[in-house]
């Protein structure tokens, strides 16, 4: 298990006990770039399901033309559930945003 720095600077944990889910592009390419959405989002988000969840996101214009990359931080446990791709920041209380 290794670890990133949040946009807070708390530590959050790249492992979990969940069974891992299938990526649909290289593991690497995902490793890489989860790094920059933990520390350098452009913005990260209160989940409205779960409020110990929050969303961090940053915009790549290399992923599929142009998509957010998410990544869902559970803060409690400060571990990630998932990463993948959206189009779009979804609705819900903004704890942060690049300027």
Not at 4 to 17: H, I, L, P, T
Not at 28 to 55: I, N, Q, T, Y
């Amino acid at each position: 298990m290794s670890c990133s720095k949040g946009f807070n600077g708390q530590g959050v944990a790249e492992g979990d006990r969940r069974p891992r889910r299938r990526l649909f592009w290289p593991a690497d390419f995902a490793c890489r770039r989860l790094g920059e959405v933990l520390s350098l989002p452009d913005v990260v988000k209160l989940s409205r399901r779960d409020p110990g969840v929050h969303l961090y996101y940053k915009h790549y214009d290399n992923i599929y033309g142009g998509k957010y990359l998410l990544a869902v931080v559970n803060s409690r446990r400060k571990s990630i559930a998932t990463i993948f791709v959206t189009d779009k920041i979804k609705a819900g209380e903004t704890l942060w945003a690049k300027k």
